[in-house]
């Protein structure tokens, strides 16, 4: 079944807002939810929405945050997300980020404490309609292996770019550093499909291409993805003092996340049509290439997702049928109404 | 054969003068390349040297660059560095980017058309040194593949991160964005090695172990590596107006790189002794967790380049005959003296 989006985005806002968040933050979840959604990430889409009304429930996520925002020189702030929803505290602090770079030239928000990220696409792709450079990292709780480690030592956490094109759209690099990310790995198994080779290890360390049986993906490239994300978190804990890796080995094993956003303002570099018209010409060149199977496209970052919001938007976002009934039991829990094609 | 650290900058700093560097661009060019090779990395240290000349000699690197600097505002500026080698170009860039970061808080130096930009973990560590996180990426000629595509399409292009510690090493990660980088491939194919499965295409695009017949090496993580070094190259040429990839697949195959490097001053957000003490106890919780291996120590990004260099600084730094032999050879035309230990 699909829902039109705007009917979606605002069931979803409803439904935060029957359980406790502000209209505005309710209406900004939405729309980071339904960004994934319309962008065919169903990992971070609407199917997160019981997570975060669970993390309400047993008080790991506040509903009513009380944001923070500190900025104490020209280009650096940190925002304390008051463990309020990732979606809330990051889209705050990437406008923030926007708003200092048009003055320093580029901006860097540390953001302390949040729950579930949603989609860190969102907030660099935000940048980039600004017409800025879009940058992101974010730092979560140990889910993935590092090289010679038994069992979760670092998380999967994800890095993403965002470049405004001009006939093209944004370049969009949004990447877990696991070879699979976790939320993949939960539709394969929904699905029945298999893993690739090297993307998971059984909860006894064995290799496996089972999703049922993956218990901790691997890094992608080994040293390399776990070593990104081990200093992900050091950057991301150490500025905000909220490291996540070392409290977690000591027990501590609560749900947050950090972040840093950061914009650079392409301007204080070079005309921004310039800058769109080399990020088009690049685009151009790469899919020109001769190709290793003549009938399959050459892709560029984001021209998938792209593509699937301009017929998302047309044909509404698909619903498959067992996250439906767990959204409208939601829904009559909380006295919301359900939208047309959720029911 | 072992050369003293000291005797081989003297030696290096030598040769460039003698092939028309100022001695004070000689100076930073040993200390970069000897930087490399104390710390295990051969292929990014000395080895290098003959190429360096040889740009020279062809007129695609600039032995006398008139370096350009431009700061348009606080956190951002350009430097230019007229085809000078990367190691001048980039050692000024970061040193920049952290006299920028002391009153912005955070700073991104664009550096447009160097050369060989040497190991760029060198100047991510040397904003480390200064108790900042130093961040660097480079983007250079297309010499890897990018899924779908037949032949070099993007760049290995590296990304570093370097962060200060307290009783540890600074941590210092340094990563070409192909499965092994160029460099590493060399050394195998010298040494008569193997590469892993999925390292590298042959000319012709086909799977191989062999260094002697790998062409053309592939991203690390398929599209991850691959989206990472394509929006390096689409970011740094783009603020740069200075575009590598689009300009290569034109026919422009020029030797060239850009790269962009960013100094974060942690002080700005959090007292820098904090910050070490997070850093450490990072590393001590991922050091001591269980082993798939009880034998095999878990290691973190730095800490074998950083036992190399203790090692190395007593015991001189092992130079192959054959390479000895090339810069006996470049020595001796350039009426240098050789030091003991190369002769």
Known sequence: MSIPEKALRTFVADLFTAHGTSREHADTIADVLVWANLRGIESHGVSRI?????LFAS??????PEIG???PRSAVATLDADAGPGPVALTRAMDEAVSMARSAGAAWVAVRGTVHTGAIGYYTERAAQYGMAGLGIVAGVPNMAYPGAAGPAVATSPLSIALPAGKHPTVLLDMATAVVALGRIAVLKARGGRLPEGAAVTADGHPTTD???????????????AGMSLLFDMLAGGLTLNPIVPAFHSGERRHRQN???MAIDVAAFTPVAEFRRTVDETVEAIKSLPRTDPAAEILVPGE?????????LVSGVPV???????LRT???ESGVSVPEGLG
């Open 304 to 312: 998938r997702g792209a593509r699937c919001l301009d017929e998302r």
């Open 59 to 64: 008080g790991e996520a506040n509903p009513r």
């Open 211 to 225: 999703p049922a049986s993956a218990a901790v993906p691997l890094p992608v490239g080994g040293a390399k993805g």
């Open 259 to 261: 972040a840093l956003l």
């Open 330 to 332: 939601l829904a009559v």
């Open 69 to 71: 925002f500190d900025q």
């Open 50 to 54: 019981p997570r975060y009304l669970e």
């Open 320 to 326: 498959a049928a067992k996250l439906a009934g767990t």
